[in-house]
């Protein structure tokens, strides 16, 4: 029988949660970062996909669950202060990030202006179907 021991091996903030970054496999990419509670932490475990939990609409967020852009996951790291985890995914679509880009970190701070660094792959009104 399964246990759960190891979700108490994890430094939880006060309000039950542990920051996730993202990074793809095959490039290292880093794809985004959330945020999981246990049970996302333990369904993201079971299900072999990423389950996060939505702090604003506070509840949980099953990657790709509107979008179709599911993470795979391959691997799962725990940092050395045991309060940041590292997922190791094969990202669905090639696109992680709601504004239809590859990758959520998409503006590079140049002088004093944010420059955008990756294109739109997809406009996000046709991933979600809003104009459907």
């Known amino acids: 029988m399964p246990t759960d021991i190891w979700l108490s091996r994890i430094n939880w903030?006060?309000?039950g949660l542990i920051p996730v970054i993202a990074q793809e496999a095959h490039s290292g990419t880093i794809l985004m970062v959330a945020w999981m509670n246990r049970e996302a932490l333990k369904l993201t475990v079971e299900k072999g996909e990423a389950v996060y939990w939505s702090r604003s609409r506070k509840k949980l967020?099953?990657?790709g669950e509107e979008s179709g852009h599911t993470q795979r996951v391959k691997d799962i790291f725990l940092d050395c202060d045991e309060d940041v985890l590292l997922l190791i995914v094969?990202?669905?679509g090639g696109i992680a990030c709601h504004t239809g880009r590859h990758s959520c970190f998409?503006?590079?701070l140049e002088g004093n202006h944010w420059i955008l660094t990756a294109?739109?792959?997809k406009d996000p009104e046709k991933i979600y179907n809003k104009n459907e």
């Open 106 to 108: 998409f503006r590079k």
């Open 61 to 63: 967020w099953y990657k």
């Open 13 to 15: 903030s006060e309000d």
């Open 119 to 121: 294109p739109v792959i």
């Open 90 to 92: 094969e990202q669905t």
